[in-house]
């Protein structure tokens, strides 16, 4: 089926390892984003890529590092986990335009930093 | 900046009530507005879109939601509800179709038998 895959599904980390989220989409979207969601929070932007080879900050970019390897795939990195990158993180995918659908999410990658 | 608030966090209804979840936005004109839900351990999934015209819109699974301008809100109602619908739901606002999209905190919704 279309959608956003995001790999690994869960994931615990040590303080100060690193780790790379992974996402791809096959709508061939240009648009791909990185929120994590925390509990009363709603879900928060990390990261975007408006289009292939362009990435801007968000709402909470600190500690975060991202990708846009083509058009299909937007990693999230982690470059030293800290406790507070304890979270839910989600990947989504966008395509503007007239026929505008909103976002397409993936499952989400469930990490916990100890 | 926009914005988006829910104000309820927590929401109990008994199964077959209606429901009624509340959205307000802050942004200067009329943007954009969705509603998602979320299921346990599930990513969001779109539950239905405004972005002009008719002011009622229907969406999946029976839910429809009003946009009423002079209020600044985009509420979210189902007739009956069932339990199945017990989720997390989301309100979330957007400033033109390729901005990004600002997400409410969600409310968590309970269905009991």
């Known amino acids: 089926n279309a959608g956003v895959t995001q790999t690994p599904k869960f994931q615990v980390l040590k303080t100060g390892q690193s780790m790379t989220l992974q996402c791809a989409q096959d709508?061939?979207?240009?648009?791909m984003y990185w929120y994590r969601q925390d509990p009363g929070m709603g879900l928060r932007l990390i990261y975007y890529?408006?289009?292939?080879?362009?990435?801007d900050k968000g709402e909470v970019p600190n500690g975060y590092n991202v990708s846009r390897l083509n058009k299909r795939e937007f990693s999230l990195r982690l470059e030293s986990a800290a406790p507070s990158q304890t979270s839910v993180y989600f990947c989504?995918?966008?395509?503007?335009?007239?026929?505008?659908?909103?976002?397409?999410f993936g499952s989400g990658t469930r990490l916990t930093v100890v | 900046a926009q914005s988006v608030t829910q104000p309820d966090i927590h929401i109990t209804v008994s199964e077959g009530a209606s429901l009624e979840l509340r959205c307000n936005y802050s942004?200067?004109?009329?943007?954009?507005l969705f509603w998602y839900v979320q299921s346990p351990g599930q990513g969001l999934q779109l539950l239905l879109k405004?972005?002009?015209?008719?002011?009622l819109v229907q969406g999946i699974k029976g839910f429809e939601a009003e946009f009423k301008r002079s209020q600044s809100s985009f509420n979210l109602r189902k007739p009956s509800v069932h339990w199945s619908d017990a989720a997390e739901y989301f309100c979330a606002v957007q400033e033109t179709s390729g901005s990004r999209l600002t997400f409410g905190e969600g409310t968590q919704l309970t269905v009991n038998p």
């Open positions: 890529s408006a289009s292939e080879g362009t990435t």
């Open positions: 989504a995918s966008s395509e503007p335009g007239v026929l505008w659908y909103g976002y397409t």
């Open positions: 942004y200067g004109a009329t943007p954009y």
């Open positions: 709508m061939n979207h240009n648009s």
């Open positions: 405004y972005f002009s015209g008719d002011t």
